[in-house]
């Protein structure tokens, strides 16, 4: 915890935790009886011997007031409790799950913020009769759903970010996730929340108390105390003062303090955005039986089509997708934005976005033990369990792809722990050792940072030890350079290729749209265009040769000089709802001739190693 921090929480916390202080010492204090009656002394205006006055009855006003505290805070910390234990799980349950579980949980409780808050407390308190346990119901009822809500919505958010479909990828289970991954990146809004509900909770119970539904006379507490100054409030306003200061006061400083606590727990700080993290493994393969075919090869993608629903009618983004991977081999899939290759990515890792459905293809993947699969037709156990072991991905942004909130050496430790049964103590040697490997500086010292306390270039390297944790047979790297700046696009890239050299028959897909990073780092490519692989073969031979004008247009699209964007290409990428008849890059290709689009042209093999989507490819030559 950072000095600024703690110094930011000192204040409030030491007021707070001096009020609870004062608060629980009452039957030590040197107090009077804040019950006991002296008539002949009522209304009497604050003394030496009683410095805030007495009552209506004559009863000191301190001592009330410190006793009332009690059961004010107690009401108030119990039903802020109680309340956000239950909200909290039925927000994590229903944002996580979605669905039935979401109609039973969320829905469900939603369903007491139909009735006006006063109205359901006065109705639980009539049912059960007035006292300060009914009242710690009545209040846990009327907030839970609430928490519910800020839970909800927070791990709505939180559920998507990449370092839950990254933990997810790790193999790691539901009920894990929850609480080691959203339930810390949820907790600062909760903080609030707590804080919000407790201030909530001491106006109501006051408000309750007034109303006589609260704790009951003569025990103190602050309601009670404004209640019965306010009947004598035109004898003795100061009466009305001292529990409105207390119950002011008190409010002010709890949220101060959450307030506090919330920048502080959060290391992302105030100017940070959500996000983190991704790998992938497993070892269940063995459990299931998983269907086995008869592809030796590591990877092998076959006809590949997915579909979004959409209003105007279905689209396919990705459409007869075929590539495949040997071991040792990299393949860069590259193309525009749009094309549809990190969908293609996303679907061999099994973390397709619910929306994308699978229509057909099969992805024939060879295991350690030389089995091969279908990863289509694994179920998600199976799948869990290759993700972050024989698999893992490498993702764009590794600021996203990291968890905030959890130390970079805790994540890679995580990774080796979702598959491998070693101590904690060993999953952060190895985590370290791991680090160092991919060049962290000082490795034993930043496996002990936050991620926001490193730089791009570090977070990646990060990421990628996590990657490799496991020692995967297959990783997948979407455009795991382009949110990092040239040299350190350089420094990744050397750090990849000199990782698949080391691992002695790692595959690797490389996801990109920049051609000067296939050249370097790629054996074969796969040119994708809308949604569709249009040129595939060796690098050299490819650039080289191409065999199809957008594969052509590409090229000579590569800026000059240390720019990775590509230039504009003529034309503009069709809509996927709207998709040309015939060869779907006809409106760009200024080789098109008029049967080009009348029927769209299939991925044609023109040698052993290269196949082009081009009827024309012959005169290309
Ligand atoms: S099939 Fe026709 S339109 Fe399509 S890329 Fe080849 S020449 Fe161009």
Redesign the pocket.
Known sequence: MAWRGTRRLAVPFLVVGGIIAVALAAPVLPLGDPVTIDVSARLTPPSAAHWLGQDEYGRDVLTRIVWGARASLAVSFLAAAIAGVFGIILGLLGGYFRGVVEILTVRSAEAVLCFPPLLLALLVLTLLGPGAGTLIVALSILYAPTYARVAYAETLAARNLDYVVAQEALGARSGRILARTVLPNVAPPLLVQFSLTVASAMVLESGLSFLGLGVVPPEPSWGLMIRGARSTMDQAPWLLLWPCLALTGTIVALNLLCDALRDVLDPRGRNVTANPFRALTGNLLSRTSPPQVSKPELLRVDGLTLEIAAEGGAIRPVRDVSLSVAPGETLAVVGESGSGKTLTGLAVMGLLPPVVEIVSGEVHYTDRTGHTYDLMRLDDAAMRGLRGDEIAMVFQDPSSSLNPVHRVGDQVAEAIRAHRNVSAAEAWRQAVGLLDQVGLPDAARRARAFPHELSGGQQQRAVIAAAIANGPRLLIADEPTTALDVTIQAQILALMAGLKHQSGGMGMIFVTHNLAVVSEIADRVAVMYIGEVVEEGPVDQVFATPR???TIALIESVPEGDDDRLSAIPGTVPPLHDLPPG?R??PR?G???AA?TTAD?PLERIDGKRSTR???WRELA
């Open positions: 199809h004008p957008y060869c890059f006809a290709c080789f098109a001739e080009c042209p081009c009827r024309r």
